[in-house]
């Protein structure tokens, strides 16, 4: 099973970045899926998640309004698309899949079935 997260980079300050994941997990539309992201020196750190279907999302306070989480289940993908970057958002972020999570509020708090690797975005200022 793997996890391909892409998409990061370079980017000013009030900037723009898609992330995308690929997944391989099967069926990918039983899997609920979430963005996590560690910035350096810090701990891993809860972004978005979203639900199987991708008809509900949740969002940590400090994304939200600024970063859309989505998915296509026809190619097994969720993307992350991230508006208005800051500085602080320099991180390494990575998506993660839950097979049994019942509430997508409560993703940040758990175990998941599956990580990405992680790909890099760094905001400038």
């Known amino acids: 099973v793997q996890l391909q997260a892409s998409g990061g980079g370079l980017v000013q300050a009030g900037g723009s970045l898609r992330l995308s994941c690929a997944a391989s997990?099967?069926?990918?539309?039983?899997?609920?899926m979430a963005w996590f992201r560690r910035a350096p020196g810090k701990e891993r750190e809860f972004v978005a998640s979203i639900s199987r279907s991708g008809g509900n999302t949740f969002y940590s306070d400090s994304v939200k309004g600024r970063f859309t989480i989505s998915r296509e289940n026809s190619k097994n993908t969720v993307y992350l698309q991230m508006n208005s970057l800051k500085p602080e958002d320099t991180a390494v972020y990575y998506c993660a899949a839950d097979r049994f999570v019942y509430d997508i509020a409560t993703m940040s708090g758990r175990n998941m079935d599956y990580w990405g690797k992680g790909t890099l975005v760094t905001v400038s200022s």
């Open positions: 997990v099967r069926p990918f539309s039983s899997y609920a």
